[in-house]
């Protein structure tokens, strides 16, 4: 940075915190606010403290972007359905009598500790403080995925007759599909 070493040393911090495109932009804007400071008169230090000062302590700037990464937005958003989801294949397996249908107990122990890990690391993810974890949502994503898929497979083969609620949770965990699948390239590119 050509500025000064106050700001280098502030984009510095930030790069150890966030992704470098992001760090990249708020180093752009660093530079102009110092720029802007040197144009009005103000001594390099103070400009360059002037503009640090503008921007926040680095610790408050990264929490702010990772408050609002596209893993943490999603994982609150998986979260926040995830009621909803249980209800809807709660009702549907307990209509179609699922105790019934001839599912290794294994296969059905591994699903529900697949879904209790994913529901784990989305929680982590909305609570971390590290914008890296944050990507930690992409491959929840993934196996969400495949859990939604693996659900929708055995009920096609298993399943004895379509239930009302079976018609509601199929398109819902459709469209989660596809959601979760739109959203994983911008979570593992954040």
């Known amino acids: 940075m050509a500025?000064?070493?106050?700001?280098?040393?502030?984009?510095?911090?930030?790069?150890?915190r966030l992704p470098a495109d992001t760090?990249?932009?708020?180093?752009?804007?660093?530079?102009?606010?110092f720029e802007h400071y040197r144009?009005?008169?103000?001594?390099?230090?103070?400009?360059?403290?002037?503009?640090?000062?503008?921007?926040?302590r680095p610790?408050?700037?990264a929490s702010e972007f990772t408050r609002q990464s596209p893993g943490r937005r999603a994982a609150l958003a998986l979260l926040a359905t995830g009621p909803l989801f249980a209800v809807l294949w709660g009702t549907s397996l307990a209509s179609a009598q699922a105790w019934t249908w001839q599912i290794p107990i294994g296969v059905a122990l591994a699903f529900g500790a697949a879904l209790v890990g994913v529901a784990a690391v989305l929680v982590a993810v909305v609570l971390s403080r590290s914008y890296a974890r944050t990507r930690l949502a992409g491959p929840a994503c993934g196996i969400l995925v495949l859990l939604d898929?693996?659900?929708l497979a055995t009920v096609a083969l298993v399943a004895p007759v379509l239930t009302w609620p079976m018609a509601m949770a199929i398109p819902a965990s459709c469209a989660r599909i596809v959601l979760s699948v739109r959203s994983v390239p911008r979570i593992l590119a954040g």
């Open 149 to 151: 898929a693996a659900m």
């Open 3 to 16: 500025g000064h070493a106050l700001i280098a040393a502030y984009v510095s911090d930030l790069a150890r």
């Open 59 to 61: 610790e408050q700037v």
């Open 39 to 56: 144009r009005l008169g103000t001594s390099p230090a103070a400009a360059a403290a002037a503009a640090v000062a503008e921007f926040g």
């Open 23 to 33: 760090v990249a932009e708020l180093a752009d804007g660093l530079e102009e606010t």
